[in-house]
Nanobody
Framework: QVQLVESGGGLVQAGASLRLSCAAF????????MGWFRQAPGKEREFVAF????????YYADPVKGRFTISRDNAKNTVYLQMNSLKPEDTAFYYC??????????????????WGQGTQVTVSS
Protein backbone atom coordinates (compact mmCIF):
# COMPACT_ATOMS: atom_id res chain seq x y z
CA GLN A 1 0.00 0.00 0.00
CA VAL A 2 1.34 3.42 -0.93
CA GLN A 3 0.70 6.85 0.54
CA LEU A 4 0.99 9.91 -1.68
CA VAL A 5 1.83 13.45 -0.61
CA GLU A 6 1.66 16.35 -3.07
CA SER A 7 3.49 19.64 -2.73
CA GLY A 8 4.47 22.64 -4.80
CA GLY A 9 1.16 24.36 -5.33
CA GLY A 10 0.67 28.07 -4.88
CA LEU A 11 -0.62 31.37 -6.22
CA VAL A 12 1.02 32.61 -9.41
CA GLN A 13 0.26 35.02 -12.23
CA ALA A 14 -0.73 33.91 -15.70
CA GLY A 15 2.29 32.86 -17.72
CA ALA A 16 4.27 31.68 -14.72
CA SER A 17 5.49 28.17 -13.96
CA LEU A 18 5.10 25.77 -11.07
CA ARG A 19 6.43 22.30 -10.41
CA LEU A 20 4.29 19.95 -8.42
CA SER A 21 5.81 16.97 -6.65
CA CYS A 22 4.14 13.83 -5.40
CA ALA A 23 6.17 11.78 -2.95
CA ALA A 24 5.26 8.15 -2.36
CA PHE A 25 5.69 6.33 0.92
CA UNK A 26 5.37 2.59 1.31
CA UNK A 27 4.99 0.07 -1.44
CA UNK A 28 7.34 -0.24 -4.39
CA UNK A 29 7.01 3.07 -6.18
CA UNK A 30 8.44 1.80 -9.44
CA UNK A 31 5.57 -0.67 -9.72
CA UNK A 32 2.88 2.01 -9.77
CA UNK A 33 1.35 3.70 -12.77
CA MET A 34 0.91 7.34 -11.87
CA GLY A 35 -1.53 10.03 -12.86
CA TRP A 36 -2.16 13.69 -12.16
CA PHE A 37 -5.72 14.96 -11.94
CA ARG A 38 -7.26 18.31 -11.08
CA GLN A 39 -10.56 19.51 -9.77
CA ALA A 40 -11.88 23.05 -9.94
CA PRO A 41 -14.75 24.25 -7.72
CA GLY A 42 -18.07 22.96 -8.98
CA LYS A 43 -16.46 20.71 -11.58
CA GLU A 44 -15.66 17.05 -11.81
CA ARG A 45 -12.17 15.75 -11.28
CA GLU A 46 -10.40 15.66 -14.63
CA PHE A 47 -7.38 13.89 -16.03
CA VAL A 48 -4.20 15.90 -16.56
CA ALA A 49 -1.34 13.47 -17.24
CA PHE A 50 -0.27 9.84 -16.98
CA UNK A 51 3.10 8.14 -16.76
CA UNK A 52 3.89 4.46 -16.89
CA UNK A 53 6.07 2.62 -14.40
CA UNK A 54 9.20 3.05 -16.50
CA UNK A 55 8.36 6.57 -17.62
CA UNK A 56 8.45 5.56 -21.27
CA UNK A 57 4.72 5.94 -21.84
CA UNK A 58 3.18 9.34 -21.19
CA TYR A 59 -0.20 10.84 -22.00
CA TYR A 60 -1.59 14.34 -21.55
CA ALA A 61 -5.00 15.90 -21.60
CA ASP A 62 -5.45 18.18 -24.58
CA PRO A 63 -5.74 21.42 -22.54
CA VAL A 64 -2.25 20.95 -21.08
CA LYS A 65 -0.35 19.46 -24.02
CA GLY A 66 2.76 21.46 -24.80
CA ARG A 67 2.64 23.29 -21.46
CA PHE A 68 2.80 20.56 -18.80
CA THR A 69 5.39 17.80 -18.43
CA ILE A 70 5.01 14.73 -16.25
CA SER A 71 8.10 12.85 -15.11
CA ARG A 72 9.14 10.46 -12.39
CA ASP A 73 12.24 9.56 -10.44
CA ASN A 74 11.84 6.02 -9.17
CA ALA A 75 14.99 6.33 -7.06
CA LYS A 76 13.39 9.22 -5.19
CA ASN A 77 9.89 7.72 -5.12
CA THR A 78 8.54 10.90 -6.66
CA VAL A 79 6.47 11.94 -9.65
CA TYR A 80 6.53 15.52 -10.91
CA LEU A 81 4.29 17.81 -12.91
CA GLN A 82 6.10 20.74 -14.46
CA MET A 83 3.54 23.37 -15.42
CA ASN A 84 4.57 26.19 -17.72
CA SER A 85 2.63 29.04 -19.29
CA LEU A 86 -0.04 28.72 -16.66
CA LYS A 87 -3.49 30.08 -17.41
CA PRO A 88 -6.32 31.13 -15.09
CA GLU A 89 -8.28 28.09 -16.28
CA ASP A 90 -5.55 25.88 -14.78
CA THR A 91 -6.72 26.96 -11.33
CA ALA A 92 -7.73 23.83 -9.41
CA PHE A 93 -6.80 21.41 -6.71
CA TYR A 94 -4.22 19.04 -8.16
CA TYR A 95 -4.04 15.41 -7.08
CA CYS A 96 -1.65 12.60 -7.86
CA UNK A 97 -2.95 9.07 -8.09
CA UNK A 98 -1.43 5.61 -8.33
CA UNK A 99 -2.38 2.10 -9.26
CA UNK A 100 -0.51 -1.16 -9.72
CA UNK A 101 -2.43 -2.00 -12.87
CA UNK A 102 -2.47 -0.32 -16.23
CA UNK A 103 -5.86 0.48 -17.65
CA UNK A 104 -6.53 1.75 -21.13
CA UNK A 105 -9.02 4.07 -19.44
CA UNK A 106 -6.20 5.85 -17.62
CA UNK A 107 -8.14 9.12 -17.82
CA UNK A 108 -10.79 7.85 -15.41
CA UNK A 109 -10.24 8.66 -11.72
CA UNK A 110 -12.00 5.44 -10.72
CA UNK A 111 -9.12 3.42 -12.21
CA UNK A 112 -6.71 4.62 -9.54
CA UNK A 113 -6.66 3.07 -6.09
CA UNK A 114 -4.42 5.49 -4.21
CA TRP A 115 -4.73 9.26 -3.99
CA GLY A 116 -2.90 12.10 -2.34
CA GLN A 117 -4.56 14.89 -0.39
CA GLY A 118 -4.02 17.41 -3.17
CA THR A 119 -2.35 20.78 -3.54
CA GLN A 120 -3.99 24.04 -4.60
CA VAL A 121 -2.87 25.85 -7.73
CA THR A 122 -4.28 29.31 -8.31
CA VAL A 123 -3.44 31.31 -11.42
CA SER A 124 -4.40 34.97 -11.45
CA SER A 125 -4.99 36.93 -14.64
Amino acid sequence: QVQLVESGGGLVQAGASLRLSCAAFGGTFGSYYMGWFRQAPGKEREFVAFISTSGRTIYYADPVKGRFTISRDNAKNTVYLQMNSLKPEDTAFYYCAADLRYYSAYVEPAKYTYWGQGTQVTVSS
